[in-house]
């Protein structure tokens, strides 16, 4: 199957979207099929690396750091996308790649599936807007998005039912996002582990209160370290691993919490190195409820991290309370929980050893590619104008002669 994954930002960068689109290409390589990625580049210069189409694009850092548009100049790669007829067209987002996608798909005629990864009502105070007025456009503009699709998939039930809230009629399957766990689980030196964590000044028998991921508003950081202000006289370390737009803030927060001593900032990591920054810790903790998928939580487990994570439905079926970690709901069963934590250290070992055999028996790229293909197949069956409806494909091919982000 000739397989086309669209999506704004890939490897190098990092982050959750980047990270489940990689695992599914080479999880579908190993399979045997053709796989290309169609993504941004970051800069003006379109470029190809293995089977990777990096488009020209443009930053508006104004909008959202690290945010690119596709540059108006790149016919000639769409056209060898073309002329390489995609079997099916699988989109992970909904701007710049998705309407180049959008354009593929109605030159060939291979039909389009989507994931939807990112919960934007958590992030339209970017654009300087309310909650109560970004809403209602995110939910029609998704809305749009998901009507050319054939099947959604949605990495968890949350998800699934906040897409049906927005009104969308596509079908929409959950699928969990895989991981390739081989280096997660991977048996590393303990001179290689002493090594980084002398780099970043950790101490060896200290328990270390992990987090991992970008350090935006939508995370919640402030929340876990204005709970942790209470226990500057306990014996822990707090390893922030990640940089972004709020960080100067959460770094203001730290030392008027009183933190500084303990808290550890490591900035960007590298996709390459960030197993290997699991095994500092001891305890994940996160109060993020943006979260579509938490693949930052699936690492976790796989490293064999107990979690601490603030009550979210994206955490079913994900944390087993009180086997591979604790959620909480508000300060009072956070306090419970981590001083239960830092007073039995016996149970770290016990919850490290439940949260590793869970993960590696749950998540896997492999199974979660084994259920992309039978999306893909449905799709391929069922794309003609009569299934879809008349209806629907005129609207389309109307809409498809007007531009759009």
């Given at each position: 199957?000739?397989?086309?994954?669209?999506?704004?930002?890939?490897?190098?960068?990092?982050?959750?979207?980047?990270?489940?689109?990689?695992?599914?290409?080479?999880?579908?390589?190993?399979?045997?099929?053709?796989?290309?990625?169609?993504?941004l580049s970051d800069s003006v210069s379109t470029h190809v690396k293995d089977n990777v189409i990096y488009i020209g694009s443009l930053?508006?850092?104004?909008?959202?750091?690290?945010?690119?548009?596709?540059?108006?100049?790149?016919?000639?790669?769409?056209?060898?996308?073309?002329?390489?007829?995609?079997?099916?067209?699988?989109?992970?987002?909904?701007?710049?790649?998705?309407?180049?996608?959008?354009?593929?798909?109605?030159?060939?005629?291979?039909?389009?599936?989507?994931?939807?990864?990112?919960?934007?009502?958590?992030?339209?105070?970017?654009?300087?807007?309310?909650?109560?007025?970004?809403?209602?456009?995110?939910?029609?503009?998704?809305?749009?998005?998901?009507?050319?699709?054939?099947?959604?998939?949605?990495?968890?039930?949350?998800?699934?039912?906040?897409?049906?809230?927005?009104?969308?009629?596509?079908?929409?399957?959950?699928?969990?996002?895989?991981?390739?766990?081989?280096?997660?689980?991977?048996?590393?030196?303990?001179?290689?582990?002493?090594?980084?964590?002398?780099?970043?000044?950790?101490?060896?028998?200290?328990?270390?209160?992990?987090?991992?991921?970008?350090?935006?508003?939508?995370?919640?950081?402030?929340?876990?370290?204005?709970?942790?202000?209470?226990?500057?006289?306990?014996?822990?370390?707090?390893?922030?691993?990640?940089?972004?737009?709020?960080?100067?803030?959460?770094?203001?927060?730290?030392?008027?919490?009183?933190?500084?001593?303990?808290?550890?900032?490591?900035?960007?990591?590298?996709?390459?190195?960030?197993?290997?920054?699991?095994?500092?810790?001891?305890?994940?903790?996160?109060?993020?409820?943006?979260?579509?998928?938490?693949?930052?939580?699936?690492?976790?487990?796989?490293?064999?991290?107990?979690?601490?994570?603030?009550?979210?439905?994206?955490?079913?079926?994900?944390?087993?309370?009180?086997?591979?970690?604790?959620?909480?709901?508000?300060?009072?069963?956070?306090?419970?929980?981590?001083?239960?934590?830092?007073?039995?250290?016996?149970?770290?070992?016990?919850?490290?050893?439940?949260?590793?055999?869970?993960?590696?028996?749950?998540?896997?790229?492999?199974?979660?590619?084994?259920?992309?293909?039978?999306?893909?197949?449905?799709?391929?069956?069922?794309?003609?104008?009569?299934?879809?409806?008349?209806?629907?494909?005129?609207?389309?091919?109307?809409?498809?002669?007007?531009?759009?982000?």
């Amino acid at each position: 199957m000739r397989v086309l994954l669209a999506v704004d930002k890939y490897y190098p960068a990092v982050n959750g979207v980047i990270t489940s689109v990689k695992n599914l290409k080479e999880a579908l390589e190993r399979k045997g099929h053709d796989v290309k990625v169609l993504t941004l580049s970051d800069s003006v210069s379109t470029h190809v690396k293995d089977n990777v189409i990096y488009i020209g694009s443009l930053s508006v850092d104004k909008i959202y750091p690290d945010i690119r548009i596709k540059h108006p100049v790149m016919r000639k790669n769409i056209q060898d996308l073309i002329e390489w007829k995609p079997d099916i067209i699988h989109t992970n987002t909904e701007f710049s790649t998705y309407t180049l996608a959008k354009d593929i798909s109605r030159k060939t005629g291979a039909p389009m599936v989507h994931t939807y990864h990112t919960d934007y009502e958590d992030y339209v105070h970017y654009l300087a807007l309310s909650k109560k007025m970004g809403t209602p456009l995110v939910k029609s503009y998704i809305k749009h998005v998901t009507s050319y699709m054939q099947e959604i998939i949605a990495p968890t039930e949350k998800t699934k039912q906040q897409l049906l809230g927005y009104g969308i009629s596509t079908k929409i399957t959950v699928i969990p996002t895989g991981l390739d766990l081989t280096k997660y689980n991977a048996d590393y030196s303990e001179d290689l582990i002493e090594r980084l964590r002398e780099k970043h000044g950790l101490k060896r028998d200290v328990p270390t209160l992990i987090f991992v991921g970008r350090l935006g508003k939508e995370k919640n950081l402030l929340e876990v370290i204005n709970y942790l202000s209470d226990y500057k006289d306990k014996e822990f370390q707090f390893l922030i691993v990640g940089d972004g737009p709020d960080r100067k803030t959460i770094e203001l927060q730290i030392a008027a919490t009183g933190l500084n001593d303990k808290t550890i900032f490591t900035g960007m990591v590298s996709q390459d190195d960030i197993a290997l920054y699991y095994r500092l810790g001891s305890l994940f903790v996160s109060a993020s409820q943006s979260e579509t998928q938490g693949l930052t939580y699936i690492e976790a487990l796989s490293s064999g991290l107990p979690l601490l994570c603030k009550k979210d439905e994206c955490l079913d079926n994900v944390l087993l309370e009180n086997k591979t970690g604790w959620s909480f709901n508000n300060e009072a069963e956070f306090k419970e929980h981590l001083t239960y934590f830092l007073s039995n250290p016996e149970i770290a070992k016990e919850m490290s050893k439940n949260a590793k055999e869970f993960a590696l028996a749950s998540f896997s790229s492999d199974t979660f590619a084994d259920k992309v293909l039978k999306i893909y197949e449905n799709a391929i069956a069922l794309n003609n104008p009569k299934k879809r409806g008349i209806i629907k494909y005129i609207y389309h091919a109307f809409l498809d002669r007007m531009p759009l982000v």
